[in-house]
């Protein structure tokens, strides 16, 4: 693999903390699985996260604006 491909490999891969490990893609093609793996790990946690924080804010803004009481004002 030329040089700047093979540093952005390892660049992306401490990005997304999966470190250097004692197992690397040595071809090409295994590298852009792997790569494509590593996004969709991303991509898996971004969709979570999403999915939770409207509700979260949602009881937040409420309590903010006595909407509801918490469970210690009852």
């Known amino acids: ?9 390892w660049t992306f891969a401490t990005i997304t903390t999966l470190g250097y490990g004692d197992y690397t893609p040595v071809t090409p093609t295994g590298s852009i699985i792997a ?7 991303i ?5 979570v996260t999403a999915a939770f924080a409207p509700g979260s804010s949602t009881r937040s803004a409420q309590r903010v604006r006595g909407a509801t009481k918490s469970p210690v004002n009852r």
């Open 35 to 41: 790569f494509a793996v590593m996004l969709a790990g």
């Open 43 to 47: 991509a898996l946690i971004g969709v």
């Open 1 to 9: 693999m030329v040089r700047p491909l093979r540093a952005l490999w």
